[in-house]
């Protein structure tokens, strides 16, 4: 109980997002502003600050991000299996397939610090800043036949690897800012957890496309309770103890991107069931991140 309700204020900034956009009507431009605010300062400004001032063991690094790659290739062999069980169109299996391993950073990071403070959230910054790339170019290879985007592009300009970048080479370095610039970074990112997870709560979508429910609600299950189960496995296997190994599963049970739903339209997807996977997603991590967090701290 008493993680849950250290996740509590997390998950109600995520509703008082879905009834801020319900019942104020600000637009679909207002939003989108707020996004790219988050995405391209806030957010970085978080990582490098959370990362320039906590010690790094770089020594487990390597048994860190092969647990979480090792589980999410689990989960995409389980999602993979939805299309033998379904049989669903190509381009819908691309669409949703990417559901079953994706993950919300803006909620990694929130909870990471919630849970953990700076410490939490440099190690779940570098799960964030290793994987963004490579569940991006998954995900763009499985809705290649169906569209085009500019992935090398999109993947060099992401300001959470870039943020994550910066943070480890000025770590690295010794480099330790002014108190004046450490406040100004420190406001920022305390800004961006807030409006990160209005920005969630705001993109919630509640209705699906006929006729995937099934495959819609097999990848619900292999994101929130097979891939941290994989993560909780692998993890032992892999040696991780400590603050390591909570990162880890946590990273592994976090809701799906709502950056899915943007490639999938773009590439000419399914993308209304795109968008009902990640606010189901999100909306049962309420139930399944406290579970996980309690499992881990206790």
Request: glycine share 10%; net charge positive; with cysteine.
């Amino acid at each position: 109980m008493n993680t849950a309700l250290l996740l509590l204020p997390d998950f109600a900034l995520i509703l008082l997002g879905t009834g801020i956009r319900r019942w104020m009507h600000l637009g679909d431009h207002f939003w989108n502003g707020v996004e790219k605010l988050v995405y391209f300062i806030l957010f970085p400004a978080l990582l490098v600050n959370a990362i320039v001032k906590t010690r790094l063991d770089l020594a487990a690094a390597l048994p860190l991000l092969g647990t979480a790659f090792a589980a999410m290739g689990g989960a995409m062999l389980l999602g993979g299996a939805a299309k033998l069980l379904w049989r669903p169109s190509p381009l819908t299996f691309a669409s949703l397939f990417q559901c079953a391993y994706r993950f919300n950073s803006y909620i990694a990071l929130a909870v990471a610090g919630m849970l953990f403070g700076s410490p939490g959230i440099a190690t779940m910054g570098l799960l964030v800043g290793a994987a963004v790339p490579v569940v991006n170019l998954v995900s763009v290879w499985m809705l290649a036949r169906h569209g085009e985007v500019g992935l090398w592009r999109e993947v060099a300009r992401n300001p959470l690897i870039w943020g994550t970048a910066a943070g480890f080479l000025l770590n690295l370095a010794g480099f330790v800012p002014p108190p004046p610039v450490q406040a100004f970074l420190g406001r920022l990112a305390d800004a961006s957890i807030a409006l990160g997870l209005i920005t969630v709560g705001a993109a919630l979508r509640l209705e699906n496309s006929p006729g995937v429910r099934g495959i819609s609600l097999w990848l619900l299950a292999v994101k929130l309770l097979a891939l941290p189960l994989l993560a909780a496995v692998l993890g032992r296997q892999f040696g991780l103890s400590g603050l390591n190994y909570q990162v880890v599963v946590l990273f592994a049970a976090l809701p799906t991107a709502s950056s899915a739903y943007i490639l999938a339209m773009r590439m000419g997807g399914d993308g209304r069931s795109v968008a009902w996977l990640i606010s189901a997603t999100t909306l049962g991590s309420m139930l399944t991140l406290p579970f996980w967090a309690a499992w881990l701290l206790n």
